[in-house]
């Protein structure tokens, strides 16, 4: 959004209002955060893109234990000479990278220069420097012992051998002695390797050197490979320390509205102080929190014209109280949505380690949070349930309306007809409430709470402070086995398809996750059973017929899994193809496998596994517990407040793995779920389905495909 020319003064003071006033207009959300008396500055500065915070600002190194805490060796600070009075000024920072979590480490590892930019200003030395250092510190002192012990006479037996090794290679090589010496020393005075070469005729030995030369160059290249792909994974480790996130909204290829939230890392300018020489490095990176800031940072998107290429993204500082030369800067980096002072204190450490007081503080929060959340006993989930199947078919035409593809693809079963307007439908397959009618949906079935056999799992936005003191449990404690398996998995509340889904063993990362999407972290599952070396998952459809007076849950006798492609390890936690399992919504390939395959495998693999009487019953029980504990309780955490005439069912898919143990564990349950892959294993899934809930022609073959829980 420039400034219009114009002809006359009158003309150009005229235009540059109107534009200010359309900057107003089309950035009023953005600028509503921040003091209306700085939108003209903020609005020229973004025209003219003024980056003038180097005039004001200037990095100051911090001694040793600060920086070790605070992640960095520089903070930034007014320079000398200079102040500010308390909002009299804007700034802008530009962002040097913007990028998702999905894509960052492609594009680290393809973009070299932005590999070196990223890992110079977070401060990643080169690969196990300080060990190299460490060594040559130790070597210069072993040296200087050595030095002083040696005497003229160990010097003169060195080069006597040496001499004596000259002459024997160029005796039994027939060569000169210039000729053996320098094959000596390029062996490091090994006498069989130097002689060897030597003897070799002239071809013989430049092809064993151009073997030589590939071998070292194969290795080096290796050597380069693995020390890129440590800095690689050094700087996506300290992203979460220096990167914020803002929320933009997108159309995609069919024209819908899809949210996206992207992390960036301010940009690095020019700024020097009073006695140091002008140098490059970080500046809204080097900004401090405080609980009483000085300073207000916010992420800008600066809409300049009408196309999404003319969008361009910085963040605005502005001084909130007076400042002079030499204040240090700072902002408050805790979300404003976070008011709790234990929580806050368990954000900060994204940014920096805690101390011991703190950490036994967060693991006492995790313990007593703990102490609150019992699993039900058995005794206690003694829930009356009766079988979910009619006891006998029902007549008449039955008119079915829904909007879900699979639906009306595969519903062909006698006597039931699919109509296009739910005012003439006898059963609606919907995913909201509706007053009447016979509906898809069981109301309250919001959350089923935690139970013994569910991962430990943390919602971020309401349980941060015992998630993190979980984490540093693990971590601080003394079981090296717990410390190695820390891995969690963060799930976006409400996404499907494993989007936005990550396994990570950072806690800054675990922290930074509720910045973005709402998350929950759950423990990683380090020791599953394997497939053919490979992670699965199973997903069991369930059908509930009914919550009162009887709980009425049946289970489809017919399971899909979903295989990594990549054997399973703990390495490469990244790897989408090792840790995952869900391929029908990506690029990769998917293994098509029926469960009957799937469980004369597992059987071959295990001799004496027998999963219909040793694996199924738990499973079975474990979504029994399910249930029964939301039966247990009202909405939002069950759906026990139902009322009994209310005529309604639910489908639900219910993910399970399991164990190198064999113990069932839940990882989701998931309402109205895509049931598509279940009719293209099944084609009749439907029919079943739809005889099960109404009685319809069929029956007894539903009876013989659903599972009874009762």
Not at 10 to 35: C, G, I, K, T
Request: hydrophobic fraction near 40%; proline fraction near 5%; include cysteine.
């Amino acid at each position: 959004m420039a400034i219009p020319s114009a002809t006359s003064r009158q003309s150009s003071a005229s235009d540059e209002v109107n534009a200010f006033n359309a900057f107003v207009e089309l950035h009023r959300y953005q600028l509503a955060s921040l003091p209306e008396s700085l939108w003209p500055r903020l609005f020229n500065k973004l025209c003219n893109d003024t980056l003038d915070a180097g005039n004001y600002f200037c990095l100051a190194e911090l001694d040793d234990e600060e920086a070790a805490a605070l992640g960095s060796p520089y903070t930034l600070q007014v320079a000398e000479g200079k102040a500010l009075a308390r909002q009299s000024d804007i700034f802008l920072l530009d962002h040097a990278w913007t990028t998702t979590p999905e894509r960052a480490r492609e594009e680290l590892e393809k973009n070299e220069a932005l590999l070196e930019r990223m890992a110079n200003l977070m401060g990643i030395p080169e690969e196990e420097e300080e060990e190299e250092e460490a060594e040559e510190e130790a070597s210069s002192s072993d040296n200087a012992g050595s030095v002083d012990s040696w005497t003229a006479r160990d010097n003169d037996q060195k080069a006597d051998a040496h001499e004596a090794m000259v002459e024997l290679a160029a005796q039994q090589a027939n060569v000169s002695k210039d000729t053996a010496r320098a094959m000596l020393e390029k062996e490091s005075w090994d006498l069989i390797s130097a002689v060897s070469l030597l003897t070799l005729s002239d071809d013989a030995r430049e092809a064993a050197e151009q073997l030589e030369r590939r071998v070292m160059g194969d290795i080096e290249q290796r050597d380069v490979s693995a020390r890129r792909a440590w800095r690689v994974g050094a700087v996506l480790n300290a992203m979460w320390r220096f990167a914020g996130t803002y929320q933009i909204t997108m159309l995609n290829e069919k024209g819908e509205h899809r949210e996206e939230y992207l992390w960036y890392v301010m940009d690095e300018m020019e700024a020097g102080c009073s006695n140091t020489a002008s140098f490059l490095h970080q500046v809204g990176s080097a900004i401090r929190h405080s609980s009483t800031p000085n300073c207000c940072v916010v992420p800008f998107l600066f809409v300049r014209g009408p196309n999404t290429s003319d969008t361009i993204s910085y963040c605005v500082m502005y001084p909130m109280q007076d400042l002079a030369g030499g204040d240090r800067i700072s902002r408050n980096m805790v979300p404003a949505d976070i008011s709790d002072p234990l929580s806050r204190q368990a954000y900060l450490c994204a940014f920096s380690t805690p101390g011991p007081a703190l950490a036994e503080q967060l693991i006492r929060s995790y313990k007593d949070n703990n102490a609150r959340i019992q699993p039900l006993a058995d005794r206690q989930l003694a829930v009356a349930m009766s079988p979910a199947m009619l006891p006998a078919a029902s007549t008449g035409t039955l008119r079915v309306y829904s909007s879900a593809t699979f639906i009306r693809q595969h519903l062909q079963l006698a006597g039931v007809e699919l109509v296009d307007s739910r005012e003439a439908a006898d059963l609606l397959w919907l995913t909201e409430d509706f007053a009447e009618q016979f509906a898809s949906l069981l109301p309250g079935q919001e959350t089923y709470g935690r139970v013994d056999w569910y991962p430990e799992t943390f919602n971020l936005v309401e349980e941060l402070a015992p998630a993190v003191g979980c984490f540093l449990a693990d971590a601080l404690g003394e079981d090296a086995e717990k410390r190695k398996e820390n891995l969690w998995i963060l799930k976006p509340w409400n996404f499907g398809r494993s989007i936005g889904i990550a396994v990570t063993d950072n806690l800054s990362r675990l922290i930074r996750t509720r910045d973005s999407v709402p998350c929950i972290a759950q423990r990683y599952l380090c020791r599953p059973l394997l497939y053919d070396g490979r992670k699965f998952d199973l997903r069991y459809i369930v059908l509930v017929r009914a919550a009162r007076p009887h709980l009425r849950v049946a289970v489809y006798r017919m399971f899909w899994i979903r295989l990594a492609n990549k054997p399973f390890s703990l390495d490469d936690l990244h790897d989408y193809e090792k840790h995952f399992t869900v391929m029908n919504y990506s690029t990769y390939a998917m293994t098509q496998l029926r469960h009957t395959d799937f469980i004369s495998r597992l059987e071959r693999e295990r001799p004496g596994l027998r999963w219909w009487s040793q694996v199924q019953p738990r499973i079975d029980q474990v979504i029994g517990h399910v249930f029964k504990a939301a039966a247990l309780q009202p909405a939002p955490l069950g759906f026990s407040d139902v009322p009994s005439d209310k005529d309604a069912f639910a489908v639900y898919g219910i993910d399970m793995m399991l164990t190198d143990q064999l113990q069932p564990v839940l990882l989701e349950v998931n309402f109205s779920p895509d049931c598509l892959r279940a009719c293209q294993y099944e084609p009749d899934f439907v029919n079943h389905l739809i005889s099960a809930v109404t009685g319809r022609s069929g029956l007894d073959k539903a009876r013989e495909m659903f599972r009874d829980l009762a």
